[in-house]
């Protein structure tokens, strides 16, 4: 195993480097798209109730169910792999993130609304700083998700971890197959040990 | 002569799926630089009423008028900005330091760093905690007296003209509490604004409204001075009321 290491380090550094890219591509965009519809969902229980929902069905769907279907639409391909990997970070995210923000104290809430605090300082100056940990927990959940997700995206061509796991099951070779499920695992658990550790902090 | 400071007239409030009015066509007229105090029970509207007032709740019938201008046609955010609010839970910001909880509301307003900093130091003062001591501090070092006087220092922060106070010393014990009332004795007195101030402590209500709304359910029983309800209750709940508290302090002479 050492051995194959040292003679084709490209062939195993350059899916991890892959695989990290799609997982912050995946993580900016996932960010971008649960706090818009966080901030929209302060605005009515119902739709924010409805999107969690809709989103936790997405969520049960199994992933390479979703790629496939993607398949016709957005082709095969790292494309395909991030808007899966997105959409399946919604339900993780938003849950926590609004969940987060409405257990914050209502008796704080109300001293800030009667105050004069419009919605969106109440959110960005009260309610988001007071729920920061259930925030992060959610983006530690959808990080590590991403990695253990983003490794079936090999199956349709988007490279990554997936990709040594792929080959040494097509060619029945034991050395890719470990490095695969090795660098696959390591990653996951070191990263959701040193997020762990930062939401200690918090 | 006085100016009126708050006009209530026939404000209605019932809320979704309840039987009865939680506030039932009240009408008070509130001269600017009164103290007075709301005294009922729980669930006779008093917290109702003073929401309706900073509209935290909407009324479903009925005009309120602040210095003449009628509420509805306020920007709530606009009409909070002016009004102090101080609630029971105090609700201090706990990821703020005492110094940051008191620049709240000049923060909104945009006030500059140098009046805000003045302010906070003259609030703190105010009442009656040394700002070099408290400033950095945050909210849980604090006893439940002192973020009494937070929560105070907080709403007092951009001058309002008028104080809309829900049970502010319901969360203190009994020693503190009569401190606190002698403080915000005080400082009504220097600040000469409108007070407005929920209670079902009936002790709290006639000590420290110069006139007092007495309501049961929903109904305002009585709005006058302490000494002419007293004098002539309005009606049986009223009478009842000043019973109860008289009984009490025969209790007390009976134990000395």
Redesign the interface.
Known sequence: MIEYAMNYPDKLIDPLLEHIQMLVITLILSLILASALTIISTYSSVFSKTLVYIFSVVYSIPSLALFALLIPITGLGQTTAIIVLVVYNQYLLLRNFIEGLNEV?S????????????KM?LLLK?KV??SRKAIFTGVRLSVVSTIGIATIAAFINAGGLGSILNDGLRTVNTVKILWGSFLAAGLAIFTNGLLSKVEEKL | MTQKAIEISNVTKKFKQAEYNAVDNVNLTIDEGEFITILGSSGSGKTTLLKIINKLYEPNEGTIKLFGEDIAHVDSVQLRRSIGYVIQQIGLFPHMTIAENVATAPKLLKWNKKAIHERVDDLLNLVGLNPSDFKDRYPSELSGGQQQRIGLARALAVDPKIMLMDEPLGAVDAITRLHLQDELLRIHGGLQKTFLLVTHDINEAFKLGNRIVIMNEGKVCQFDTPKNIVANPADEFVSSLIESSRNQGKFWEGLG
């Open positions: 104290d008796s704080i809430v109300e001293a800030a609304t009667g105050m004069g605090m419009n300082q009260i700083p007071l």
